[in-house]
């Protein structure tokens, strides 16, 4: 089971960015699908989900209105377009797989990937 998160890079601010999550060993369309962010010297905290049953979505006030979080399940894959980023959207961000319904909690999360790491210059 394992998830492979990638698309990070060095963009400068009011640009885009579209991370993708790779799932091998687990079905995205199963799990409710998450994307958490870790800025630097900071705790990790909650970005956007998609739910399993009905493909609904949830955001962080931070992002919401800029982010959108989709899923492909039949390339079993998760992504997390970005737009008009900010100096503090920088940070290593991570997928996650969890069972629980619309979790917003690190540790509702069962299944994490390693991050890729944005930095979002001024």
């Known amino acids: 089971v394992q998830l492979q998160a990638f698309g990070g890079g060095l963009v400068q601010a009011g640009g885009s960015l579209t991370l993708s999550c790779a799932a091998s060993g687990v079905a995205v369309s199963s799990y409710c699908m998450g994307w958490f962010r870790q800025p630097p010297g900071k705790e990790r905290e909650f970005v956007a989900l998609?739910?399993?049953?009905?493909?609904?979505?949830g955001y962080s006030d931070s992002v919401k209105d800029r982010f959108a979080i989709s899923r492909d399940n039949a390339k079993n894959m998760v992504y997390l377009q970005m737009n008009n980023l900010k100096p503090e959207d920088t940070a290593v961000y991570y997928c996650?797989?969890?069972?629980?319904?619309?979790?917003?909690?690190?540790?509702?999360?069962?299944?994490w990937g390693q991050g890729t790491e944005v930095t979002v210059s001024s």
């Open positions: 996650a797989a969890s069972q629980a319904l619309l979790p917003i909690a690190k540790n509702q999360y069962d299944i």
């Open positions: 998609i739910n399993w049953s009905d493909e609904s979505t």
